[in-house]
């Protein structure tokens, strides 16, 4: 049974900076393209990071880009997001996605494994 577990959210000032982890199991971690999704209040699920399975690629959008930084642990079976320069408009749910593929869709999937996700809360 997969299983997709975030940590590290919480509440954070504008400005300041806050770590996300993912632990996976249940799965062959390392064949696994990895991202991490968020959805706000009224709004739809989009994707704030992916990476592909060996490490070496990975996706922003213009969003984050510059301030969050994607990384992944192979030998941990472990992902993260490290996100800095936080914005009020960076508040949501954040998700940890996983897909058996080289590289990850900038698109919700149902075809991805979902973690229950974790909360983040920047104050202005």
């Known amino acids: 049974q997969v299983q997709l577990v975030e940590s590290g959210g919480g509440l954070a000032q504008a400005g300041g900076s806050l770590r996300l982890s993912c632990a996976a199991s249940?799965?062959?971690?390392?064949?696994?393209?990895m991202g991490w999704f968020r959805q706000a209040p009224g709004k739809e699920r989009e994707v704030v990071a992916t990476?592909?399975?060996?490490?070496?690629?990975?996706y922003y959008p213009d969003t984050v880009r510059g301030r969050f930084t994607i990384s992944r642990d192979n030998a941990k079976n472990t992902m993260y997001l490290q996100m800095n320069s936080l914005k009020p408009e960076d508040t949501a749910v954040y998700y940890c996605?996983?897909?058996?593929?080289?590289?990850?869709?900038?698109?919700?999937?149902?075809?991805?494994?979902w973690g229950q996700g974790t909360q983040v809360t920047v104050s202005s």
């Open positions: 249940g799965l062959t971690f390392r064949l696994h393209a």
């Open positions: 990476i592909n399975r060996s490490g070496d690629d990975t």
């Open positions: 996605a996983a897909r058996f593929s080289p590289a990850m869709v900038t698109r919700s999937s149902e075809d991805n494994y």
